[in-house]
Structure formats: C-alpha cells, structure tokens
C-alpha cells in the first residue's frame, strides 16, 4: 500500500465530509473510514499471495472485502457501542440507543466497507499494475484488483481501454459522431428534464446522463475491434498497455481516449465508498430502520396535532367560561346598586 497517504487522504476527506455534512459525519465516523483505509485489506496480508491459495488473499483484497466487511465490522460496533471506565474499578457499560454516540451496526458495516474500498482506489494508482518478483522467478500482479479467473483490474487496463497518442491523433471520425449525437440527446434531456429541486430529481438527472455516455462505451467494450487497428498501427501497438489478446472498439468512440476505464474506475473505487459513506452517515434507505423512522414521524406528528386541538379545545372552554362567568356576574351588580 502507498502507506501513510492512505491515512492523509482519508483525514482531509472525513475533514471535508464532516464540515460538508454539519457535523452529521462526526469523528466516529471518520476514524473507522479512516483505519480501515489505511489498513483495510492489507490487514490480512499474511494470507499467501503468490501460488497456491493465493485466491483467497486477492478475493479479500478485492470486491470480496464488501463480504468480509460483514465480519470486520463486529469489533468495531463491540468498542463504539461501550464505555470504558477506570474508576472505582475497570469495567465496560454498554451504550444506550439513545445516546449520541450508538451506531448501528449496519451504519458500521458501511462504514468499514467504505474504507476497504477507498484503499484500493489508492493502490491502483499507487502500484505499478505488475512486478518481478525473484522468489517465485517471474512477473506477478501487483497493483490490481482480481475480479476471478485473469481477469485484473489496474491502471495499464484502464489507458487500455483507449489509444494512444489520443485527441483525434487517428482520425477516428465515428468519436465525432458518437459525440455529436451524445450531445444532441443531452440538451434534450438538459432541455426537457432539467431537474426542478436539488434532492431526488437531481439524483435521478445525474444518472440518466452518465448512463447516455456510458452505456454505449460498456457495448463497444464487448465488441472486438473489427479492423485490429492497434496491431497494424506501430504507434498505437507501442502504446499500447493491454496484454495484447483483446482490443475493445471503446477507443473508436473516445477519440483514442481511455473514458471507459477511468469511469469505470472511478465508479468503483470512488463513487461507492461514497456511496457506503452516505449510508453510514444517514443510513441505509431501505429496510426495517427506515419503517421504524417512518412510523416514529408519523406517531410524532399524530401526537402534535392532538396536542394542538386539545390546546385549541382548552382555549375554547376558557373562553366560554368567561363568556359564562360574566352573564352570572352581571345580576349581582344590579342587586348591589
């Protein structure tokens, strides 16, 4: 691992999320994102990653950490969720759900994932993607996030993914049609769809345009290059950072330029851990926690409006009394006079 960036980074990050947040991202927070993002996968590197049983390490050091976060996450919910006390004598209590500081353990296990993610985000670009490593005598993977069998996720298949030098150096005029028409369906989404408050509707708007660019770049992914442009141009093949058995057609789409790697990358190492972060800040928005929440409202504000017409009843009864009073207060006046 890059070693102490993994710490730096995630710091200034919790900084930016708990200023961002108004303090709803609280330290609690930022310290189990930040420790397992400095250790993270790592912490099971004593599991054999060269040879026989090596699958297990990369499984954990990879999207399987999402599984193995389930676990993780059991001792950190043990020490957030009790109090130490040294006086009159050493003993742990247990938290109350009431308390400021409980977090559930599913907010917990967002939490925990988030990091173990987030740490390969700065692997993949802290790592060269393979090494020579002279006990087993060949070059083995290094910087990369096995998705099974040889398939490897690392920075040489991210600028794989395009043709290099990029900018239209090629002349590969469909870029000029796929962007042209992309931009044409986006001022119509722009034009038609433009969101009207900041919550869902933009949420939703955000996706439907990353889904217009992106969709066609996964399709062009799965069809090989039909005319083998990278092996019959000696510069584009020099370039060329792929292992040299498949060619995606994305390039022909990107003007040379590796797009569908670094959106995808940036899907997976970025935007999820975000998106664990968001979740174990604010919680998950489905499930039994949401219901309760929702029923808790609802019961809160049934109780609120009948406390406002009970005051209002009150008010009314005050109101006649005094209106009463005063028509029994008027005879004895007469009788005085």
């Not at 390490?57 to 020490?79: D, N, R, S």
């Not at 742990?92 to 740490?119: E, R």
């Not at 796929?178 to 038609?192: G, N, Q, S």
Request: hydrophobic share 40%; proline share 6%.
């Amino acid at each position: 691992m890059p070693g102490f960036a993994h710490i730096v980074v995630s710091l200034l990050f919790s900084a930016f999320l708990i200023k961002f947040s108004q303090n709803k991202f609280t330290y609690r927070h930022a310290i189990i994102f930040t420790v397992n993002s400095h250790f993270g996968p790592d912490a099971f590197g004593w599991l054999p990653w060269v040879g026989p049983g090596s699958e297990i390490y990369y499984f954990i050091h990879g999207y399987g950490w999402i599984v193995m976060a389930f676990l993780m996450a059991l001792p950190w919910f043990y020490v957030n969720n009790h109090s130490l006390h040294w006086k009159p004598k050493f003993h742990l209590t247990k938290k109350s759900k009431s308390d400021p500081n409980y977090l559930k353990y599913m907010n917990i296990y967002c939490l925990v994932a988030a990091g173990g993610i987030f740490h390969q985000f700065l692997d993949l670009i802290g790592h060269p993607p393979t090494i020579h490593y002279e006990e087993v005598g060949n070059i083995v993977d290094w910087g990369g996030v096995w998705f099974g069998n040889d398939n490897w996720f690392n920075l040489d298949w991210v600028l794989s993914t395009g043709a290099f030098p990029c900018g239209n150096t090629f002349g590969f005029t469909l870029s000029n049609v796929f962007t042209t028409v992309t931009a044409i369906i986006l001022v119509l989404v722009v034009f038609f769809r433009v969101p009207k408050e900041q919550g869902k509707d933009f949420t939703k708007f955000a996706v439907i345009l990353t889904l217009i660019y992106f969709l066609p770049l996964l399709i062009a992914y799965f069809i090989p290059d039909p005319h083998n442009f990278i092996e019959n141009n000696p510069i584009a093949y020099e370039n060329y950072t792929g292992e040299g058995s498949y060619y995606p057609s994305t390039f022909y789409l990107t003007g040379g330029e590796s797009d569908f790697g670094v959106i995808l990358y940036m899907l997976l190492f970025f935007f999820v851990p975000m998106l664990f972060l968001y979740w174990g800040t604010f919680g998950l928005p489905f499930g039994k926690d949401e219901k309760q929440e929702g029923t808790i409202k609802n019961e809160a504000k049934k109780d609120l409006n009948e406390g406002e017409k009970a005051d209002s009843n009150k008010r009314v009864e005050i109101t006649e009394n005094s209106l009463g009073n005063s028509e029994i207060e008027e005879p004895n006046i007469e009788n005085e006079e």
